[in-house]
């Protein structure tokens, strides 16, 4: 079932959000600056590809104090946009009742788009 639903979910529209994801990401890996931010991008386009069945979890001994200063430069540097929109396109997903699966994968990649630092997939 984890198959079928990651297949229609890369149809429908989640092999674009991760190829957007991964595209940004090594934008952000041209400076030195960008590339922890760089990183995120790629793990969060990773989820992307294949969410169902797999979760971002915090690491062990996270949220530590860099996670905390770079998750907050992250929504500070306008990264939150990122989760406003898996917002609304999981509302949209969730109008009818065969898309909230599909709209709760996004409400959870919201989330972890917030605050991407200290998280792993599992």
Known sequence: MKFLGNLLWLVLGG???????????????????????GIQLFKLGTYALWPFGHELVDRPNEPGC??????????????????????????IFCITFVGIPWGIQHFKMALNSIFPFGKEIK
């Open 66 to 91: 860099l996670s905390i200063v770079m998750n907050l430069l992250w929504i500070l540097l306008g990264w939150w946009e990122v989760a406003l929109v898996h917002l609304v396109c999981g509302l």
């Open 15 to 37: 092999l674009l959000v991760a190829l957007l994801y991964f595209a940004v990401g090594l934008l952000m890996c041209i400076t030195v600056i960008g590339i922890p931010f």
